[in-house]
């Protein structure tokens, strides 16, 4: 299983971006996939999770009306549009494979056996 993320910068606030995590080595098509990040010196962060055919997406309140998860089956891609950005959603983005087909509800990292290595974003003021 390899998770590679792209896309991220540098961005003035109230920017945009979009992130991307190609998948490969499994059936993509058949698990769930979040988005977390990290901010320097703090724990991973739940942001987005979109079920295995797109019907069930859910953001954080830190997020909600900013961001955009969404994924390309076809393509074996995730996606995260970002928009209105603040310098408060400066971190490294990961996205992260479901062991689960379907939504379970609230994130739980125990849910989840793959993460990428990350695509730094950082906003200035």
């Known amino acids: 299983v390899q998770l590679v993320e792209s896309g991220g910068g540098l961005v003035q606030a109230g920017g945009s971006l979009t992130l991307s995590c190609a998948a490969s080595g499994f059936t993509f098509s058949n698990y769930v996939m979040t988005w977390v990040r990290q901010a320097p010196g703090k724990g991973l962060e739940w942001v987005s999770t979109?079920?295995?055919?797109?019907?069930?997406?859910r953001h954080a309140d830190s997020v909600k009306g900013r961001f955009t998860i969404s994924r390309d089956n076809a393509k074996n891609t995730l996606y995260l549009q970002m928009s209105s950005l603040k310098p408060e959603d400066t971190a490294v983005y990961l996205c992260a494979k479901s062991k689960y087909s379907y939504y379970r509800g609230s994130y739980h990292a125990d849910d989840y056996d793959y993460w990428g290595q990350g695509t730094q974003v950082t906003v200035s003021s």
């Open positions: 979109i079920s295995s055919s797109s019907n069930t997406k």
